[in-house]
């Protein structure tokens, strides 16, 4: 073990001794000096914690990005590094995906990368200049970086949104049983089209757009406004706040903490091994961070340390994103409240992944049975099997409903304008649904209308997804299982529906094997080809 992760350790055991004595609640206190004592506290533990777990992000991050070269995570089986992390690592896939992207461009910043790892600059602030902290600006932009705060360097740096951060809102319309079925065949058929992987979100976009193509939406009166659920707009405290507390310098002081190096292997099945390791170290942390940040929450400690909401003190002080430490609070929450789901997690029966799908969707008597079926499944399949089992939950209450970024709904919106200016009257909101459903699905129908051939029915049948076990891709090709060229039928026992990596680089290059009969019958052999055990 190197100096940095043994550092690591002994930072973890401090700050584990420290939270420790918490409990599950504070009590309440009405001295505001008190107050403003306890929630400093609690402050520079979250940020002791939150630079433990950053060091974690960035070694795991070059971990994951020395698998992206070549076929490294082909060879593990999977396609992408995202379902690599979701089903070995129990890391949701896109965080691992930016993980991976800010390693990546940490390479070529030298700089920067040591800043980080050094532990003077976060993560965060580093992928937000990284796009003009390049070759001899690298220097002034770490200067800067430090000094100022996450909002006025995103400002600075004019950086797009990250479709993360952007605000979210729910769309909640009542719909009658016809209705619903339109709807349904509705998002089938744009998933046929805009791709099997396409969330809600994007087949609604769909459908929005493909009606606006043909029909011109009123200006807005924002009459709609009311459907589309948002969380309060803060911004402009925000930045009042900002300015009259100077930038919170030295609110607490965090002493940095080096990233781990590491290998710098070229086996997958190494790099694997170390990916392991590190993951260990950071699930410690984030129990211990989970248990921190929801007490800081409860206590609104935030407003005293003057920080107009949660989110805009995780986003400086912390430098995450509200969602990702919302997300890890609504986590704990439910783990207190399912002590089971904790167990299994703790036991390792299941990773934190599949405990974050099993809680956002199953409740009570439900719990015990999907951390069962969890422990046999994969990540991606729990979560389709999950999805399926709320659409129909939704379905027998009569409501449709769906998340979808603050600039998906605005088209959505403007959808919903033209659909009541083609009626020449005033609809509902589940009428407008229901008028772009039909309209995208009339646009469609005769190109799909096509002649239902044998691939067609085979991918249908595997619902349009890679049968790969942990692959989240859409399928493109059919497969032999037997192939013809040895008596193998064109029976669909025989086909089996993959993407086009799986069937090219996994099978076909040799690196997996797939007998038995589909669907239900297959049996799947991994790592046949073990090129770089050498040296
Ligand atoms: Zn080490
Ligand atoms: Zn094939
Ligand atoms: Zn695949």
């Known amino acids: 073990m190197c100096e940095a992760c043994t550092e690591i350790d002994t930072r973890f055991e401090a700050v584990a001794k420290a939270a420790a004595p918490l409990g599950s609640r504070l009590p309440r206190v009405r001295d505001p000096v008190l107050g403003g004592w306890i929630a400093k506290q609690m402050h520079a533990l979250l940020r002791n914690i939150t630079a433990g777990h950053c060091a974690l992000d960035v070694v795991i991050g070059e971990g994951l990005d020395a698998l992206n070269v070549g076929r490294r995570a082909m060879d593990l089986s999977y396609s992408n590094i995202g379902d690599y992390a979701r089903e070995e690592l129990g890391i949701n896939a896109s965080t691992a995906t930016k993980m991976a992207r800010l390693a990546r461009r940490l390479r070529d910043r030298p700089l920067v990368r040591e800043a980080v790892r050094q532990g003077e600059l976060t993560a965060r602030k580093a992928e937000i200049i990284a796009p003009v902290a390049v070759g001899d600006d690298q220097a002034r932009w770490i200067l800067i970086g430090k000094a100022e705060t996450v909002r006025s360097l995103n400002a600075r740096v004019k950086a797009p949104a990250d479709p993360d951060e952007e605000k979210w809102v729910n769309l909640c319309a009542d719909v009658s049983p016809e209705q619903l079925s339109t709807l349904d065949e509705g998002l089938r058929l744009a998933g046929v089209i805009v791709g099997?992987?396409?969330?809600?979100?994007?087949?609604?976009?769909?459908?929005?757009?493909?009606?606006?193509?043909?029909?011109?939406?009123?200006?807005?009166?924002?009459?709609?406004?009311?459907?589309?659920?948002?969380?309060?707009?803060?911004?402009?405290?925000?930045?009042?706040?900002?300015?009259?507390?100077?930038?919170?310098?030295?609110?607490?002081?965090?002493?940095?903490?080096?990233?781990?190096?590491?290998?710098?292997?070229?086996?997958?099945?190494?790099?694997?091994?170390?990916?392991?390791?590190?993951?260990?170290?950071r699930t410690r942390w984030d129990e211990v961070f989970g248990h921190v940040a929801t007490l800081f929450k409860q206590s609104r400690a935030w407003e005293h340390l003057g920080f107009a909401s949660f989110g805009h003190y995780c986003e400086e002080q912390l430098g995450m994103a509200e969602r990702t430490v919302m997300q890890r609070i609504a986590?704990?929450?439910?783990?207190?409240?399912?002590?089971?789901?904790?167990?299994?997690?703790?036991?390792?029966?299941?990773?934190?992944?599949?405990?974050?799908?099993?809680?956002?969707?199953?409740?009570?008597?439900?719990?015990?049975?999907?951390?069962?079926?969890?422990?046999?499944?994969?990540?991606?399949?729990?979560?389709?099997?999950?999805?399926?089992?709320?659409?129909?939950?939704?379905?027998?209450?009569?409501?449709?409903?769906?998340?979808?970024?603050?600039?998906?709904?605005?088209?959505?919106?403007?959808?919903?304008?033209?659909?009541?200016?083609?009626?020449?009257?005033?609809?509902?909101?589940?009428?407008?649904?229901?008028?772009?459903?039909?309209?995208?699905?009339?646009?469609?129908?005769?190109?799909?209308?096509?002649?239902?051939?044998?691939?067609?029915?085979?991918?249908?049948?595997?619902?349009?997804?890679?049968?790969?076990?942990?692959?989240?891709?859409?399928?493109?090709?059919?497969?032999?299982?037997?192939?013809?060229?040895?008596?193998?039928?064109?029976?669909?026992?025989?086909?089996?529906?993959?993407?086009?990596?799986?069937?090219?680089?996994?099978?076909?290059?040799?690196?997996?094997?797939?007998?038995?009969?589909?669907?239900?019958?297959?049996?799947?052999?991994?790592?046949?080809?073990?090129?770089?055990?050498?040296?």
């Open 196 to 281: 099997a992987t396409a969330t809600k979100m994007q087949r609604l976009n769909a459908w929005a757009e493909e009606f606006q193509s043909s029909h011109p939406a009123p200006p807005d009166e924002r009459a709609d406004d009311v459907l589309f659920i948002a969380e309060d707009d803060l911004e402009p405290l925000k930045k009042h706040l900002e300015d009259e507390n100077r930038q919170w310098a030295g609110l607490a002081a965090v002493q940095p903490l080096k990233t781990p190096h590491s290998n710098e292997e070229i086996d997958p099945w190494r790099i694997h091994a170390e990916l392991k390791q590190h993951l260990e170290k």
């Open 331 to 535: 986590l704990e929450r439910s783990l207190s409240r399912i002590p089971l789901l904790r167990r299994a997690l703790r036991e390792k029966r299941i990773s934190y992944e599949k405990a974050r799908i099993i809680a956002r969707h199953a409740q009570g008597e439900e719990v015990q049975g999907w951390i069962e079926k969890a422990e046999t499944m994969t990540c991606v399949a729990l979560r389709r099997a999950m999805q399926d089992k709320d659409e129909a939950q939704m379905c027998a209450r009569g409501t449709f409903s769906a998340w979808m970024t603050v600039s998906v709904a605005e088209v959505v919106k403007a959808a919903f304008r033209a659909a009541r200016a083609a009626a020449k009257r005033w609809l509902s909101a589940g009428e407008c649904l229901v008028a772009l459903a039909e309209h995208f699905i009339e646009t469609w129908r005769a190109q799909l209308k096509q002649a239902n051939t044998l691939q067609r029915r085979v991918r249908a049948r595997d619902k349009h997804f890679c049968q790969v076990p942990g692959c989240s891709r859409a399928a493109v090709h059919a497969h032999h299982i037997k192939p013809r060229s040895q008596g193998g039928s064109d029976d669909p026992e025989n086909l089996i529906s993959l993407c086009a990596a799986h069937h090219l680089f996994g099978i076909h290059g040799g690196r997996m094997r797939v007998t038995g009969t589909a669907p239900d019958k297959l049996v799947w052999e991994f790592g046949l080809r073990r090129s770089y055990v050498a040296a």
